[in-house]
């Protein structure tokens, strides 16, 4: 499998590869989508093109979107289908458990040492990072983000857009709304509501009026 990463700005982009690598496929590089001062050419020469990519210039068969906020990798997402593309498996670590009764929609990223129960399900753009967990029937809407370390108990629900700090931990049948963000570290022991934002043990809404993590909603 020949892998491209959409959007290589963020960091953990450097991440991505490191996955491919222990998946034993090949990683192609990655597209910079951000215009830079001499008029869009990328500020990396190691960084391809949209113009590489509209073009079909590059050989790959799955697309992963770069790391970031929920919104920003939707974002990623509308402009490759203007480009219409819609190339994605699921990029899983190989270190990574997941129950045989686990459904996973497609575009789904997970790093090194994820666990996904029994009768989970991860829809379109999930991304957990390392060591993160999800619980049996728990469900995980459209680009649902966890941290490193998260831990998501059984039966538990998160809206589209969601992001979830590292070393959170969301316990068994709490809702989670719609883009809202859970602060590292926060226990959360009630439903959330949407584009709310809840930090501490246990968790406490500390906003309700945002926009989704970091400002760009889903």
């Not at 910079?32 to 949209?50: F, V």
Request: with cysteine; charged share 15%; proline share 4%.
């Amino acid at each position: 499998m020949k892998w491209l990463v959409y959007g290589a700005r963020p960091l953990y982009t450097a991440e991505i590869a490191e996955i491919v690598a222990r998946c034993g496929d090949t990683f192609v590089g990655a597209v910079d989508n951000m215009e830079t001062e001499d008029q869009g050419a990328s500020a990396e020469s190691s960084w391809l093109s949209i113009s590489d990519l509209a073009n079909e210039r590059i050989n790959f068969d799955s697309v992963v979107l770069s790391a970031g906020p929920p919104g920003i990798r939707k974002i990623l997402r509308d402009e490759l289908r203007e480009l219409n593309i819609d190339r994605y498996e699921n990029l899983i670590d190989p270190t990574a458990t997941v129950a045989s009764s686990a459904r996973i929609s497609s575009g789904v990223s997970m790093n090194a040492h994820v666990v996904v129960g029994a009768e989970a399900a991860l829809e379109e753009f999930v991304q957990i990072n390392r060591s993160s967990s999800v619980g049996h029937h728990s469900r995980l809407s459209t680009f649902v983000t966890l941290g490193p370390g998260v831990t998501v108990a059984s039966s538990v629900s998160l809206g589209a857009g969601v992001f979830v700090g590292a070393g959170a931990t969301i316990l068994p049948h709490v809702t989670i709304g719609a883009n809202a963000t859970v602060g590292a570290g926060a226990v959360v022991i009630e439903d959330v509501p949407a584009f709310a934002v809840v930090v501490g043990h246990p968790a406490r809404i500390a906003r309700t009026d945002t926009h989704g993590y970091l400002g760009y909603t889903v």
